[in-house]
């Protein structure tokens, strides 16, 4: 028996929590053969915002991150997180966006794709599962768990039958905000394990304190995998820290025997100076180390709440964060109490700011928030009511189908769009998800291009500018 299976965040969710998404790839390539020898189940490295993150704020190009860093890791498991038909952008994509993104991911080095949706739709995540499967890929189905009224263990158990149904190969829970409580989470994999047969993995953040506790109840309980960061960026808003999480299994059969602590602890020394380096550069904040019990009163995971807090800094209202802070349960269930997770956090967020900083409740709504109400994003979790309904979209109609059934393929148009532009089959699909960022980077991309094939010429042939 080898114990508990650990997936490290180290290089995703880890540094997203903690220094949005900052972490470059010439921070990972160094110290990636002894990650890659520590023993982990996997390694979660790419997907959620480093997409976005890599192409607007590090020049990067994230496909060739994911290929740079396949090359790096011969022995474990690569990992990514996709946001089922909202891929890793921010709106629906069309079927034909998604099978060929979900291709290119595997491809390009991808074994593990966990998808989730925001609403917990499972309508919404067929495709990205179906294109996994039929890819070669392991599809993890992601339950985003939420407390309310109607969030109980029979719904969290009957989603992962759902899923099981739709062909997952493992199912994760996935909780967001660091609120799943020790003994619920006990309780929620016994019951999941009398039901389902894939192995079920648990994903918190340390937020509110107490993720570590968590994890130790759902391992008793059955949990196959947990998520760990190693410690310089591990607990505050990221997950828990791997380091004491496996020292406090010692002596248990849950101990993860697989793990080379040694190699670990020369792993930890690297990312330490890193961790010194983020917090002199300003891109790592200490609040952001510390416990917010808060959290379990208001559920707002740590990106939502320093995109708040820039929210209201933006318009010199800092003042009325806690009021905000109060509106969000009440947006969130006059929504039909969505999970708090991309691209729902963002509106809820959003409303609740708009709600208190105009002093009238639904006096401005986003399209977002709109398009939401009218079953462009899915199925909420409740039915919203009539006032709600009427005083966000009036008169006009709900849909509810799935909604990218309302999308038209894409993929030849967009080709066609960017022809000239197209150095990669890829490029294609990082126009698809982010097309004013995507144009920006491909025309940096080429001009950098050509100035480095000038030079060699002048070289070459010892020609000057003059």
Not at 255 to 280: G, Q, R
Not at 367 to 374: D, L, Q, S
Request: charged content about 30%.
């Amino acid at each position: 028996m080898t114990g508990i299976k650990i997936t490290d965040t180290i290089l995703r969710d880890a540094h997203q929590s903690l220094i949005a998404t900052r972490m470059k790839l010439e921070d990972m390539l160094p110290i990636a053969e002894k990650l890659d020898n520590v023993g982990f189940y996997a390694l979660e490295v790419w997907g959620g915002a480093t997409f976005d993150a890599c192409l607007r704020f590090l020049n990067e190009d994230p496909w060739y991150r994911l290929r740079e860093l396949r090359k790096a890791f011969k022995k474990t498991k690569l990992q990514m997180l996709l946001r089922g038909q909202n891929l890793l952008g921010y709106k629906h994509y069309p079927d034909d966006v998604v099978e060929e993104f979900v291709k290119k991911s595997i491809e390009n080095g991808i074994d593990i794709i966990r998808i989730f949706d925001a609403l917990n739709d499972v309508r919404n995540i067929k495709t990205s599962i179906e294109a996994t499967k039929k890819y070669g890929g392991h599809a993890q189905g992601a339950i985003c768990y939420t407390t309310s009224p109607v969030h109980n263990i029979d719904y969290y158990v009957d989603l992962a039958m759902e899923m099981e149904k739709l062909g997952v190969d493992s199912i994760c829970i996935k909780d967001m905000s660091g609120i799943l409580l020790p003994y619920t989470a006990e309780k929620l994999v016994k019951e999941m394990k009398k039901k389902i047969k894939v192995p079920i993995e648990i994903h918190s953040h340390f937020t509110s304190g107490i993720a570590n506790q968590t994890y130790l109840k759902a391992i008793e309980a059955g949990a196959d995998i947990i998520d760990t960061a190693i410690s310089p960026m591990g607990n505050g808003t990221s997950q828990p820290a791997t380091e004491p999480m496996i020292v406090a299994l010692e002596g248990s059969p849950y101990y993860p025997t697989d793990i080379n602590m040694e190699l670990l602890l020369e792993v930890s020394d690297y990312f330490k100076k890193l961790k010194d380096k983020y917090l002199n550069e300003g891109l790592l904040n200490s609040k952001v180390l510390s416990v917010d019990v808060k959290t379990l009163i208001y559920q707002v995971p740590g990106g939502m709440l320093s995109n708040l807090v820039s929210q209201l800094k933006n318009q010199g209202k800092e003042y009325l964060l806690e009021e905000v802070l109060k509106e969000v349960p009440k947006v969130r269930k006059d929504f039909g109490y969505p999970p708090l997770v991309t691209p729902m956090s963002q509106m809820v967020g959003t409303q609740s700011v708009f709600n208190v900083v105009l002093g009238e409740r639904y006096k401005m709504i986003p399209t977002e928030a709109k398009n939401y109400v009218k079953g462009l994003y899915g199925k909420p979790t409740l039915e919203i009511s009539d006032e709600i309904r009427k005083k966000i979209i009036g008169d006009e109609e709900v849909f509810t189908g799935r909604p990218a059934d309302l999308l038209e393929p894409e993929l030849d148009q967009l080709k066609e769009e960017i022809k000239e532009l197209i150095e990669q089959d890829e490029d294609v699909l990082t126009y698809a998800l982010f097309p004013q960022v995507a144009l920006e980077f491909f025309k940096k991309r080429h001009a950098s291009k050509y100035k480095i094939d000038h030079d060699l010429l002048n070289e070459e042939f010892n020609v000057y500018p003059v």
